[in-house]
């Protein structure tokens, strides 16, 4: 019983570390294209004060679209929700490695206890 229960939580702590890496990797890799392209536009403007004026534009449309036009503000923010999946992986990774680590470390027999001794060699 007990091997089984470890092979489980090892499982999670497996699982946890191999979807939170895949969604760092998704996460970072969309956000190193979005930066590159974002990064293109905006050098391309004249200087600080239009890309101010760009932005503020896009807020108004944005404010615009989501009181006279549900339908296209619901999809805009659709597509910006489905954008950010990878996300979502990184949240159930990062939740599989918590729960698999507190409960490693909740358990005084699992931890690893250091001596006096050993906190005097290192330093």
């Known amino acids: 019983m007990a091997t089984r229960q470890t ?11 191999l979807l939170l ?7 970072f890799a969309n956000l190193d294209e979005v930066a590159a ?11 600080a004060f239009s890309t101010v004026i760009e932005i503020g ?8 679209a989501y009181f006279f036009d549900h339908h296209t503000f619901q999809a ?3 597509s910006i929700l489905v ?8 949240i159930i990774g990062a939740t599989l490695l918590r729960s698999a680590i507190s409960k ?4 005084p027999r699992l931890a690893r206890t ?7 060699s290192e330093s």
Not at 83 to 90: A, D, I, M, T
Not at 114 to 120: A, G, L, N, V
């Open 7 to 17: 092979s489980s939580k090892s499982l999670h702590a497996v699982t946890g570390a």
């Open 21 to 27: 890496s895949l969604g760092l990797l998704l996460l």
């Open 37 to 47: 392209r974002v990064s293109d536009s905006f050098s391309s403007t004249a200087g």
């Open 57 to 64: 534009l896009a807020g108004m449309r944005a404010v615009q």
């Open 76 to 78: 805009g923010l659709h």
């Open 83 to 90: 954008s950010f999946w990878p996300l979502v992986l990184v």
């Open 104 to 107: 490693r470390y909740a358990n």
């Open 114 to 120: 250091f001596s006096p001794r050993e906190y005097e």
